[in-house]
């Protein structure tokens, strides 16, 4: 980037940065986003009221630094706004690591990475699609679908922007206007899934606030949403302290592995800090 400003964003106590680089590599993919795992930066494009700013992230143990290219103090503030809940630099984890160390099978964990913070998606509608094109496949073929998607439907920034050879994420209203079919022989989808990714975009496009997660009653309504992508977003993409999406596989698997004898009554124990539960147990599997 020429003529860079850089913003730095301190957490509100320590971040575990491998935690949050692995969440990022495990769902990356190539057209989107530049992961550097050396320099632990992120770059991509996001779109802020309509416009794409190209921005760098750096994470570190004690926060992030931002680097753009703009020097609107509105725009910079809204990407600081993103960042902050992106990495979930705003939460004291006093109480949550109080909580869940009580548990055995977290406190070993949280003795030596007291900071592992809910790494989540940095735009809605982005997270509720990448997360449908992951339902029920793994994630490399989850990574497929969306590489495809970002090919077929995404743009290169106009000219005047930063060259970085990414493209943005693709608009709801454009992929609302795609007809079914030609989303699945894009991206390479079943009918169902398509179906899904079409009416999740006229979600979207047709809200009174594009930029904002939809009520979890309007996204139930969708088509081939259910309770795990519900419970994954409440997470991943929205702020609920005490989601978890009882059916992942990942987190069956990591639980069995770690105490073959978890029963509801133990989960439940975590409430009510079941979503920092989730992203411990995931960060196990990374």
Do not use: K
Request: hydrophobic content about 45%.
């Amino acid at each position: 980037m020429s003529d860079v400003l850089q913003t730095r964003i301190d957490a509100n106590g320590p971040l575990d940065r491998d935690t949050a680089l692995g969440t990022l590599a495990a769902h990356a993919f190539d057209g989107l986003h530049r992961l550097d795992p050396d320099t632990a930066e992120l770059t991509r494009w996001i779109d802020i009221h309509g416009e794409p700013y190209q921005i760098v992230v750096r994470l570190d143990p004690d926060g992030a630094t931002v680097s753009t290219a703009t020097h609107d103090a509105g725009i910079n503030t809204e990407i600081t706004r993103r960042v902050r809940h992106w990495f979930d630099l705003d939460t004291d984890l006093t109480h949550v690591n109080a909580h869940l160390g009580a548990d055995p099978l977290f406190a070993e964990q949280i003795e030596w990475r007291p900071g592992i913070r809910i790494t989540r998606f940095h735009a809605p509608f982005e997270a509720v699609i990448l997360t449908v094109l992951g339902q029920q496949v793994s994630l490399a073929a989850g990574r497929r679908f969306a590489a495809r998607l970002v090919a077929a439907y995404g743009v290169h920034p106009a000219a005047g922007h930063q060259n970085s050879g990414l493209r943005c994420f693709p608009a709801p209203a454009v992929l609302a206007a795609t007809p079914i079919d030609e989303l699945r022989a894009a991206v390479g989808l079943t009918g169902a899934r398509a179906r899904t990714v079409h009416e999740v975009a006229v979600l979207f496009a047709e809200a009174d606030d594009s930029a904002a997660l939809p009520a979890r009653t309007d996204l139930h309504a969708v088509f081939g949403v259910g309770p795990w992508t519900l419970d994954y977003l409440a997470i991943r993409a929205g702020t609920d302290p005490d989601a978890l999406p009882a059916t992942d596989a990942v987190l069956r698997r990591t639980l069995t592995a770690a105490s073959p004898d978890a029963d509801a009554a133990r989960v439940e124990s975590w409430s009510p800090y079941r979503s920092y539960a989730a992203s411990r147990l995931w960060a196990q599997s990374l």
